[in-house]
């Protein structure tokens, strides 16, 4: 069982930056995908970012909507087992409730919410324009 915590959201001007983070107990973020989604009133959930340690090889795989790619920016920290999310240049339809995910699951379809096992509740984020 893993838990996810998430915080860090609030308002910020268009323009400005925030750093989301999602604090996760329970198990070691190795071999786990962590994706960041957000959900707007009247819409559905969408992916923002996701990245992925490859238990063998340590290495990490970051994935980015195209809406963020560039202003978004993720991120890990094995020891915390907690992962951030970077938000610069942000845009007032980055306004949504950005949620942490975790799953293990052996694709590269890291956008899709299905696989994804253990859910936070969620924190919100409001960009004034």
């Known amino acids: 069982q893993v838990q996810l915590v998430e915080s860090g959201g609030g308002l910020v001007q268009a323009g400005g930056s925030l750093r989301l983070s999602c604090a996760a107990s329970g198990r070691t973020l190795r071999g786990y995908t962590l994706g960041w989604f957000r959900q707007a009133p009247g819409k559905e959930r969408e992916f923002v970012s996701a990245?992925?340690?490859?238990?063998?090889?340590?290495?990490?795989?970051?994935f980015y909507a195209d809406s963020v790619k560039g202003r978004f920016t993720i991120s890990g920290e094995n020891a915390k087992n907690t992962v951030y999310l970077q938000m610069n240049s942000a845009k007032p339809e980055d306004t949504a409730d950005y949620y942490c995910a975790a799953g293990v699951f052996p694709s590269t379809a890291v956008e899709n919410p299905a696989p994804y096992d253990y859910w936070g509740q969620g924190t919100q984020v409001t960009v004034s324009s």
């Open positions: 990245i992925r340690w490859n238990r063998w090889t340590g290495t990490v795989e970051t």
